[in-house]
């Protein structure tokens, strides 16, 4: 049987390291958030797997009835100002709490946990990192961007056992804007092989990114996801 373990390469650490000084990760985290803010951002990423979509922001009020209006409306702008959500232009909904998308992607995730629905994964690193958020097996469906065909991975104790087509890969990108949403989100995706991102990138202009084998994608995916809920 496969049995892919995330591999913990020095390249992974350093694209981590580079991500922690772009973006706000220890607000992510949670780590330099107050309680409120925080309490609020645990209830939206913990939520979403029940509903199998990201809560309305009438759900979080109705949560946080304790709070003013005003003081639930001041926390999700600070969560979104900190790119721990995103939302929409009018602020009337949130459309991404990493990894969370709160529209349909190409990557679904099933967490195998009882009560848990299918969710929609922002990019291919946010699919790979729910195992390990929230310590459970997952599937995910997806798709490679080049050709359409079916991606499929099934994690099991923090471990890839199924992994079709075999030579998969994730580019990951790193062309950063002003939040993961509409930026390196959109292309991070993944590829059914090394020879598919090639024809997919001939003729575009190069991008900073970097393609990575499976094992090393799952490790990012840890790096990002694995502390989200437990500090
Ligand atoms: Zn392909």
Redesign the pocket.
């Known amino acids: 049987m496969l049995l892919l373990k995330p591999e913990p390469t020095r390249r992974a650490k350093e694209i981590f390291q580079e991500a922690c000084c772009i973006e706000n990760m220890e607000a992510k985290f949670g780590r330099t958030l107050s309680k409120d803010e925080d309490s609020v951002r645990r209830f939206i990423l913990t939520q979403s797997p029940i509903l199998g979509r990201i809560p309305f922001i009438d759900e979080i009020r109705k949560e946080f009835n304790k709070f003013q209006k005003e003081k639930v409306d001041a926390i999700l702008n600070k969560l979104h100002q900190v790119d721990a959500i995103h939302l929409d232009n009018d602020k009337t909904n949130i459309v991404a709490a990493y990894p969370f998308s709160g529209s349909e992607t190409s990557h679904q995730v099933y967490l195998n946990r009882k009560g848990f629905k299918r969710v929609y994964a922002m990019c291919s690193i946010d699919a790979l990192g729910m195992s390990f958020m929230f310590n459970c097996d997952v599937s995910i469906e997806s798709l ?1 961007i ?4 079916k991606i499929e991975i099934e994690i099991r104790d923090n471990e890839i056992f199924v992994l079709n087509p075999k030579n998969t890969v994730v580019w990951y990108d790193m062309e950063y804007s002003c939040c993961a949403a509409t930026s390196v989100c959109k292309h991070t995706n993944f ?3 090394e020879k ?1 991102y090639e024809d997919w990138q001939k003729g575009k202009p190069i991008k900073k990114g970097n393609l990575l084998p499976i094992q090393e994608a799952f490790y990012l995916g840890k790096l990002f996801f694995e502390n989200r809920l437990d500090n």
């Open positions: 490679c080049h050709c359409g065909e590829f059914s092989s598919h």
